[in-house]
Structure formats: C-alpha cells, structure tokens
C-alpha cells in the first residue's frame, strides 16, 4: 500500500474516520442563515460581506486557503494586500442573492490544485489582483444588468488583462496528524516589480462570549519567531514562523462601534489588523500586545517581475527547537510524492495522463469542501448574537419545527463560497467519487446524515439550510448501494455491517415519504421542490390555488427508483443474512405499485409518448403539464436486475413474487418486469421497452434533450415552442434557457431550463447502461437520432459519458469548453492546467455556470472517466474545434 493508504487504514479503525486536522474552515460564513439573528429571515442583508469583517460569528469562521482542527477551536489562513484595496484580502468577495443578476456568486480566482484523503498534503492557489480590488465595479455593473444578460465576472473587469497579478500558492504537509509545515509562495506574473503584504493569520473561534462557561483561550508571544496558543479542549499548539516585519496580536471580538454604534470595551477587535496595516491606526497598540486571540507575523515583500518569494510557517504541539532546519523542504517534496503514489493506485486504470489530472484535480476539489459545520436550532432560535434580541417572530420562523438538529461535524460541502451548507441529494452524489478516495468517509458521511441529531423523528431528512423542511430527491440508498460497489470492486469485500446500518434508518426516510408524500395513498407522489428548482411554470412546492393537487412524476419515479434501491440493499444483505429476506419482497411489492401508478393512472401522455406531472384542479379534469423536461426522464432511473444465483438460495423471496406475478398477469394488472431468454437474469424498471424506447428518441435527439456536452434538463424543443397553461386568468409559461437563469424563483441563481446537470447525466447513464447490461444487441437505437449511427445501450452510456468528460478536456485550439468565455484566461501557459467544476453548464455551449467550484456533484466526472479508462476511449488529442 502507498503511505496514504496506510493512513486512511488507520483511519479507518476510528470511529469517525478523519484527521484531526484538514481544508474544514468554510470560505463564507456570513449570508448563512445560521448566523442570521434578524426579525425578518434576511441573512444576506444581516452580515454582509463588508461586515464580516467587524463581527464575530457565532457557528463557526472563514478564510482563505484555510485549515482548523476538526472541533475548528484553532483557525489559520492567509491574509495578503496589494497596498491599494480599502480592506485587507482576508476572506472571498462575492455578490450576496439580491446584489448579483443571477443571486449569489463568488467573484474571486482560486484552485483547489491537490489534496490527500488525510491532508497530509494540500495545495491551494489563490489569484490576487496588483491593482485596486474591483469591489464596486464587480457590484454595480452586476445590479445594473438584467436576468437575460451574463454575470459580470471579475475576469471582464480587465483587471487581469496584463498578468498583473500574483499568484499566492499555499502548500500544506504534515509532519505527523498534529505537525503541519506551511509554504505560501507569491509569484509575481507582471513585468515590473510590484509589493504586497501577508499576513498568515492564526485565531481561535470565538465561543467565549456565547457561552460563560467556556473558558477563554490565548495566543501568546513566545519570542521573535514562535507564538504558543493554548485551549483548554485541544491543548497547546505552537506556531513557528521565518522573522517578520512586525508581530500583531488582536482579540477575535465584534467591533459594536463600527456595528451599532456601541463603544468598545477595548482597540483590540476582529477587524484592527486592517486599520493598522492599511492607515497605520493604533499599530503601536497592537505591536505591544503580548496575547490575544488573533495574531499574524507580517512580512511587507516587493518581488520583482516574473520572481518569487516564499515564506515558511510551522503549526505543531510540541516544541521544536529548529523548525526550519536544513532540509527542511524535503517534507513538501515527500508528501507531494506520497500524493503521487496515492493517485497511481487510485487512477491506474487512467492510462491518459490528461484525464488523470482532471480525476485528480475533481478529487482535490472534493476533499478541499470538507468543512467543519456547527448548528444548533434550538439554540439559534432561542439566543441572541450579543448584538440582536430574540424576537418572538424568529421562535416561529425559518426551520423552527427542527429544533431536535444539532450538528456539529465536518461534512462534505456542495461549495465552501456559495453552498457553505450541507444539502441532502448533493452529498450523496459527493459520496460516490470520495468513494474512490476514502470510502470509509464516504460511509460515514452517508450514515451521518440519517443520525438522530439530523433526521427528523418522523423521518424527514433535512434538506438544506435555508429551508431544512424542503424535500429532496431520495437518493440516499442508490448512493449507498453505490459506494458499497465500489469499495467492492476495490477491496473485493462488501460492506455489509454498513448496509444492514444504513438500511434501518432509510426505512425510517422510506415510510415517511409513503405516509406524506402520498395524500390520495394511490402511489402517486408530490415532493414538491426535489432539488429542481425552476424545472416547471411554478415554484412546485407552493401552489398557487389551495384547491390544487399536482402529481409529480419525478417525485413518483424517484420513489419506483428508491424501492428498487431499497429491494437491491435488502437481497444484498439476504445473501449474508437470511432475516433480511422478507424486507426485499416488502420492497419489491411496494416497486409494482409505483410502477403500475406511473404507467396507469394517468401520467404518460400517449400522444407525446412522455411521461407528465399532473395537474387537478377543484371541478376540472386532470391536466398533464406538456413540458419536455428531467421529470419525465426520471423514469428511467428505476431499473434492476435480480440474478439468479440470489433467486436460487432466497427460495421464499422467488416463491412469492413468482405467485404476485402470476397473480397480477392473470387479473390483467400492470407488471413491471422482463425476464432474460437464458433464464439467468430478470429486469425491473419502471418503463417498459416500448416505452422506453420512445423516451430515448427524445433522450438523443439533439434538437432535443441530446447536447454535445450531455442530456439538458429541458428539451430545446422548447425553445421554439414554449409551454404556458392557464390557470384561472394567469398565464404560466416555461421556455428553454440553455444558460443562466431569466426567473427569479428560488432566488434565481439557478436553472433546470435548459442547462446541462452532472448528477442527472450521471443517474441517467447508470441507468441506460443498465438497461443495455441486460438487453445486450437485442436493443440497438440510433445515436444520435438522424445519424444513421446504431448503438446498444452499454454504447449509448459510454457516448454520453464521452460527451460530458469533453466538458473538461482542451479541444485543438486548447480551450476548454467548461471555461467558456474566459478561455482566453486559462491558455496562458501558468494557467492551462486549472480546471473549474461549475455547478452545471450551458446546454449548447457546455460553458460552465452557478457556482464556480462544485466539486461535489461535478466531482462525478473522476468516476465517469474511470467508467471508460479501461476501454481506452480517449487520448490526450484534442477534441474538434466545433466542440469549443
């Protein structure tokens, strides 16, 4: 085994399998709604970015480049200014939901470049402007641009034009778990020489002045090069840093002068270093002071055009005598090499060395948005933040049915800037590929989220932070059975201890779902939101008639799929444990209802040979709202195969649906499945094979669903031929939109109208892959419809993975088409390996969109280049220039 691997081996043997130390400091704590202590749920306007830098928060702290123990008591960052910005760049800019065009957005340049399962070894590059920072620019332009044109970015500023800029690269490797060397590199990419500070910033999380009874801690001066901080909880850590300009020491507390207008018991508040830094104010002050709960050495450096100057620091706990010794770089040189051997073993079956540094680049991403979480409702509604009271309004406002929630964990972050929060469906997709990596975190994570502390007794799983009580799609056990497959494949053992785990609580989630998502009890089911936001001409989670009930397909699709899961899971098990037996016939039973539910109670339209929500109004007939979307194609993802090794030893299991079928087919009853001509094999899905096969003629259509990059959320049919249905006087109307979003539903910083989406392309290929596992050359299909081109369905997946790793690939004029406008960027030479993983992508120009660094479902592309690694699909060549 590589060195990392015999770490995470250890790891493994732990309860919660993770190092003490690790990425876990988020990069946005403000605009969260935890620390939203306002009357009126407005946590945008409660702390903006401009106050962040004056407040303390109250669950938890940010940063850039960032590291903190996994209870974040002890924080270290970067802090650098380029001697013209107002503020010191101490954390990320972006526009908060009602200052940006398209809601919230980042609007800085930062890589996630490596990263280890243990962190042993970490790199970050953050792109750091020479000219004033274009704070108001970057705001103003964005408010005065309407929803149907582009962000602007801060690459259209010009500020980047000239190569006027450092690059601030911060490299982490361990000593050992509690010993880490720290390297910032700041390399000047301009012609002429140009100054810039750093302050690398040590502070401890301020809880003292929530809750008396937690002692303060200290950073103290130890001498010129090494400061001690102790904690009564995580002990005494030392930081060792090369000689600076100056030592400043401050106190991490709320400056309420500069908040409210109330004075200061002291000078010594969160924000001092940047009056004294910037206009010198009480800089004496902070020099004398010996102890607080914020430091940084500071070094003020001119570096000359096209140099470098690198400062080393060293956080440990225990005290060395000679922290930069001679050699003491070979601990970055032998950690980048454990890294190298760690991803050998993880990517050999990559022979292209351009795909493998996309797989590893996602994975680094990945376990770079690992953030420590802390939130506990009951608290949050019931305290103040020292600056405003409770208020009766808050007790019976936003999540205030989940006061049973407490969190206090590191979990996987769908992005650490614009989703600092944990959302359901998107951390079992994150699950998959840090299978890859760490599936015994990947596990945990997983099992995590259904704890007690986070389902709700009924069995509800929250959703997300801003509405807990939203409903996400099920996809927990089809991630579970997932990631049980790939450790599988790896280790050539099953998980089994886990599935029977994991299987008790998904019951708990399952039965909620039966006994809430389905009021008329016919196996029709509702959901509401499910993740898509603006996927309809209405927010689905808020009719807008009191007497109207809408039958979703989607939410009726993904509970045939979550049957199946459940099904799967439980015969897994059986074959170890025979008990288990009779939950695997409960599921399957519940998986013929859905089935028989979707295609015979009204929601596939003949005429259109589509699957349709269902819309019924008080007095009128059911409508079917025609739109040509995802909803309809989530019927594809439930789909199984029970082999015949498993009928033959789970003897009750054959006997009963062998009777449930021959019972249904004689009564003329729906039944959903095939059995393959060998008799070896039989097939479940929710869409039988005509039906099938009429969904993937739109599916490979590209004048439809079918793009270069992918399938889109809504079919380009669209584009031509919106949808609009009325509804009592009030026109609603759904139109493509290959990009972002023109509706402001959901804050509009999101779209389902068009764009492409890893996790549905993602389902969608395991899912035809599936199909065509069983149906082999029986079912050939054209591909691309019109192309004359035929292909079984194992072909048809491997084409559109292709399509969506092309996303990330150069074509032959070196542009990837994920970078889309901003190419030009990213084929400079020091920045043609940077890769971005957006939160999805333009549907006809496969231009990255959202958020800017969506490692955790976009992470799905490392697997998806694994899926095709042994066949040898690609080579480093270039795509064809028609894919830019």
Same mark, same amino acid.
């Given at each position: 085994?590589?060195?990392?691997?015999?770490?995470?081996?250890?790891?493994?043997?732990?309860?919660?399998?993770?190092?003490?130390?690790?990425?876990?400091?988020?990069?946005?704590?403000?605009?969260?709604?935890?620390?939203?202590?306002?009357?009126?749920?407005?946590?945008?306007?409660?702390?903006?970015?401009?106050?962040? !830098?004056? +407040?303390?928060?109250?669950?938890? /702290?940010?940063? @850039?480049?960032?590291?903190?123990? *996994?209870?974040? $008591?002890?924080? =270290?960052?970067?802090?650098?200014?380029?001697?013209?910005?107002?503020?010191?760049?101490?954390?990320?800019?972006?526009?908060?939901?009602?200052?940006?065009?398209?809601?919230?957005?980042?609007?800085?340049?930062?890589?996630?470049?490596?990263?280890?399962?243990?962190?042993?070894?970490?790199?970050?590059?953050?792109?750091?402007?020479?000219?004033?920072?274009?704070?108001?620019?970057?705001?103003?332009?964005? !408010?005065? +641009?309407?929803?149907?044109?582009? /962000?602007?970015? @801060?690459?259209?500023?010009?500020? *980047?034009?000239? $190569?006027?800029? =450092?690059?601030?690269?911060?490299?982490?490797?361990?000593?050992?778990?509690?010993?880490?060397?720290?390297?910032?590199?700041?390399?000047?990419?301009?012609?002429?020489?140009?100054?810039?500070?750093?302050?690398?910033?040590?502070?401890?999380?301020?809880?003292?002045?929530?809750?008396?009874?937690?002692?303060?801690?200290?950073?103290?001066?130890?001498?010129?090069?090494?400061?001690?901080?102790?904690?009564? !909880?995580?002990?005494?850590?030392?930081?060792?840093?090369?000689?600076?300009?100056?030592?400043?020491?401050?106190?991490?507390?709320?400056? =309420?002068?500069?908040?409210?207008?109330?004075?200061?018991?002291?000078?010594?508040?969160?924000?001092?270093?940047?009056?004294?830094?910037?206009?010198?104010?009480?800089?004496?002050?902070?020099?004398?002071?010996?102890?607080?709960?914020?430091?940084?050495?500071?070094?003020?450096?001119?570096?000359?055009?096209?140099?470098?100057?690198?400062?080393?620091?060293?956080?440990?706990?225990?005290?060395?005598?000679?922290?930069?010794?001679?050699?003491?770089?070979?601990?970055?040189?032998?950690?980048?090499?454990?890294?190298?051997?760690?991803?050998?073993?993880?990517?050999?079956?990559?022979?292209?060395?351009?795909?493998?540094?996309?797989?590893?680049?996602?994975?680094?991403?990945?376990?770079?948005?690992?953030?420590?979480?802390?939130?506990?409702?009951?608290?949050?509604?019931?305290?103040?933040?020292?600056?405003?009271?409770?208020?009766?309004?808050?007790?019976?406002?936003?999540?205030?049915?989940?006061?049973?929630?407490?969190?206090?964990?590191?979990?996987?972050?769908?992005?650490?800037?614009?989703?600092?929060?944990?959302?359901?469906?998107?951390?079992?997709?994150?699950?998959?590929?840090?299978?890859?990596?760490?599936?015994?975190?990947?596990?945990?994570?997983?099992?995590?989220?259904?704890?007690?502390?986070?389902?709700?007794?009924?069995?509800?799983?929250?959703?997300?932070?801003?509405?807990?009580?939203?409903?996400?799609?099920?996809?927990?056990?089809?991630?579970?059975?997932?990631?049980?497959?790939?450790?599988?494949?790896?280790?050539?053992?099953?998980?089994?201890?886990?599935?029977?785990?994991?299987?008790?609580?998904?019951?708990?989630?399952?039965?909620?779902?039966?006994?809430?998502?389905?009021?008329?009890?016919?196996?029709?089911?509702?959901?509401?939101?499910?993740?898509?936001?603006?996927?309809?001409?209405?927010?689905?989670?808020?009719?807008?008639?009191?007497?109207?009930?809408?039958?979703?397909?989607?939410?009726?699709?993904?509970?045939?799929?979550?049957?199946?899961?459940?099904?799967?899971?439980?015969?897994?098990?059986?074959?170890?444990?025979?008990?288990?037996?009779?939950?695997?016939?409960?599921?399957?039973?519940?998986?013929?209802?859905?089935?028989?539910?979707?295609?015979?109670?009204?929601?596939?339209?003949?005429?259109?040979?589509?699957?349709?929500?269902?819309?019924?109004?008080?007095?009128?007939?059911?409508?079917?709202?025609?739109?040509?979307?995802?909803?309809?194609?989530?019927?594809?993802?439930?789909?199984?195969?029970?082999?015949?090794?498993?009928?033959?030893?789970?003897?009750?299991?054959?006997?009963?649906?062998?009777?449930?079928?021959?019972?249904?087919?004689?009564?003329?009853?729906?039944?959903?499945?095939?059995?393959?001509?060998?008799?070896?094999?039989?097939?479940?899905?929710?869409?039988?094979?005509?039906?099938?096969?009429?969904?993937?003629?739109?599916?490979?259509?590209?004048?439809?669903?079918?793009?270069?990059?992918?399938?889109?959320?809504?079919?380009?049919?669209?584009?031509?031929?919106?949808?609009?249905?009325?509804?009592?006087?009030?026109?609603?109307?759904?139109?493509?939109?290959?990009?972002?979003?023109?509706?402001?539903?959901?804050?509009?910083?999101?779209?389902?109208?068009?764009?492409?989406?890893?996790?549905?392309?993602?389902?969608?290929?395991?899912?035809?892959?599936?199909?065509?596992?069983?149906?082999?050359?029986?079912?050939?299909?054209?591909?691309?419809?019109?192309?004359?081109?035929?292909?079984?369905?194992?072909?048809?997946?491997?084409?559109?993975?292709?399509?969506?790793?092309?996303?990330?690939?150069?074509?032959?004029?070196?542009?990837?088409?994920?970078?889309?406008?901003?190419?030009?960027?990213?084929?400079?030479?020091?920045?043609?390996?940077?890769?971005?993983?957006?939160?999805?992508?333009?549907?006809?120009?496969?231009?990255?969109?959202?958020?800017?660094?969506?490692?955790?479902?976009?992470?799905?592309?490392?697997?998806?280049?694994?899926?095709?690694?042994?066949?040898?699909?690609?080579?480093?060549?270039?795509?064809?220039?028609?894919?830019?």
């Amino acid at each position: 085994m590589s060195a990392e691997h015999q770490r995470l081996a250890v790891n493994s043997t732990r309860k919660i399998p993770l190092e003490q130390w690790g990425p876990y400091l988020s990069e946005r704590q403000w605009g969260t709604v935890r620390e939203d202590f306002s009357h009126n749920n407005d946590a945008w306007n409660y702390i903006t970015h401009d106050q962040a !830098r004056f +407040r303390a928060y109250r669950w938890g /702290e940010d940063g @850039i480049a960032g590291i903190s123990d *996994f209870f974040q $008591n002890l924080c =270290f960052a970067i802090t650098v200014w380029n001697g013209k910005d107002p503020i010191l760049k101490e954390r990320l800019f972006g526009l908060g939901n009602y200052e940006g065009n398209h809601g919230e957005d980042v609007k800085e340049l930062y890589y996630y470049l490596d990263n280890l399962p243990t962190h042993y070894y970490m790199e970050y590059l953050y792109k750091y402007p020479q000219q004033k920072f274009p704070y108001d620019e970057l705001l103003s332009v964005n !408010r005065q +641009r309407s929803r149907t044109e582009p /962000e602007y970015e @801060i690459l259209d500023t010009g500020i *980047f034009n000239n $190569n006027e800029y =450092f690059d601030v690269h911060v490299t982490y490797a361990k000593h050992s778990s509690r010993d880490i060397s720290i390297r910032i590199n700041i390399h000047n990419h301009h012609t002429k020489s140009a100054e810039i500070t750093l302050l690398p910033t040590l502070w401890f999380y301020n809880r003292w002045s929530h809750d008396a009874s937690k002692k303060k801690p200290s950073i103290a001066w130890r001498d010129k090069t090494s400061v001690k901080a102790s904690h009564h !909880r995580l002990g005494t850590y030392y930081l060792y840093f090369q000689q600076p300009r100056d030592i400043l020491f401050t106190e991490n507390e709320t400056n =309420f002068e500069k908040v409210n207008g109330k004075p200061n018991l002291s000078p010594f508040t969160k924000d001092a270093f940047h009056d004294a830094i910037i206009k010198g104010e009480n800089i004496a002050a902070l020099r004398q002071k010996k102890s607080g709960t914020k430091f940084a050495p500071v070094y003020k450096l001119r570096i000359h055009g096209g140099r470098s100057e690198t400062v080393y620091l060293r956080l440990s706990n225990k005290v060395v005598d000679d922290p930069f010794h001679d050699g003491f770089e070979q601990i970055f040189k032998l950690r980048k090499q454990e890294a190298d051997d760690f991803y050998a073993k993880v990517l050999a079956n990559t022979k292209v060395p351009g795909l493998a540094k996309i797989q590893r680049r996602a994975l680094a991403g990945l376990l770079w948005s690992k953030q420590y979480y802390h939130f506990d409702v009951e608290r949050w509604l019931t305290t103040s933040d020292g600056i405003t009271p409770v208020s009766a309004a808050r007790l019976h406002g936003r999540n205030h049915d989940w006061k049973h929630l407490k969190n206090q964990d590191i979990i996987c972050m769908p992005d650490k800037w614009e989703y600092p929060w944990y959302a359901a469906w998107d951390l079992a997709f994150q699950c998959i590929p840090m299978a890859m990596v760490d599936p015994v975190f990947a596990k945990h994570q997983l099992t995590l989220i259904m704890r007690e502390w986070y389902m709700k007794p009924d069995g509800q799983l929250p959703a997300y932070e801003w509405n807990f009580s939203d409903v996400n799609p099920p996809v927990q056990a089809w991630a579970a059975m997932e990631v049980y497959r790939i450790e599988k494949m790896q280790t050539g053992k099953g998980d089994i201890p886990f599935l029977k785990r994991i299987f008790q609580k998904l019951i708990i989630n399952f039965t909620w779902w039966i006994n809430r998502k389905d009021s008329n009890g016919n196996n029709m089911f509702q959901g509401g939101f499910l993740g898509l936001d603006n996927i309809g001409v209405f927010n689905r989670s808020h009719l807008v008639h009191n007497d109207m009930e809408l039958e979703q397909a989607d939410g009726t699709s993904w509970m045939g799929m979550y049957a199946l899961n459940m099904m799967d899971m439980a015969l897994e098990i059986a074959m170890h444990d025979i008990s288990f037996e009779d939950t695997a016939t409960k599921f399957f039973e519940h998986f013929v209802m859905i089935a028989e539910a979707l295609n015979e109670q009204g929601m596939w339209n003949q005429e259109d040979k589509f699957f349709y929500d269902t819309l019924s109004i008080a007095g009128s007939e059911p409508l079917h709202l025609r739109i040509f979307s995802i909803v309809g194609l989530t019927s594809l993802f439930a789909v199984s195969t029970i082999e015949k090794r498993m009928l033959d030893k789970l003897d009750d299991f054959r006997k009963r649906i062998t009777w449930f079928e021959n019972y249904r087919k004689k009564n003329n009853r729906f039944w959903p499945n095939e059995e393959r001509s060998d008799g070896k094999t039989i097939l479940l899905s929710l869409v039988p094979k005509e039906r099938l096969v009429f969904l993937l003629e739109r599916l490979l259509d590209e004048t439809q669903f079918l793009s270069p990059w992918g399938i889109r959320a809504l079919s380009k049919y669209h584009e031509k031929n919106p949808f609009s249905v009325n509804i009592r006087g009030i026109e609603y109307k759904i139109q493509y939109e290959p990009g972002d979003s023109t509706s402001d539903m959901f804050g509009g910083n999101s779209n389902w109208r068009g764009p492409l989406w890893m996790p549905i392309n993602y389902i969608i290929i395991q899912s035809i892959r599936h199909f065509g596992e069983f149906y082999g050359n029986e079912l050939v299909v054209e591909c691309p419809i019109g192309s004359g081109n035929k292909m079984n369905l194992v072909q048809v997946a491997e084409e559109l993975t292709r399509r969506l790793i092309t996303l990330f690939q150069p074509n032959q004029h070196g542009k990837r088409p994920a970078h889309g406008a901003y190419s030009w960027f990213y084929q400079r030479s020091e920045n043609a390996d940077l890769v971005l993983f957006y939160e999805y992508f333009h549907g006809d120009t496969g231009a990255g969109l959202g958020a800017s660094h969506q490692t955790g479902w976009t992470a799905l592309v490392a697997e998806l280049v694994h899926s095709l690694s042994e066949k040898q699909y690609f080579t480093d060549e270039p795509a064809p220039a028609d894919k830019q």
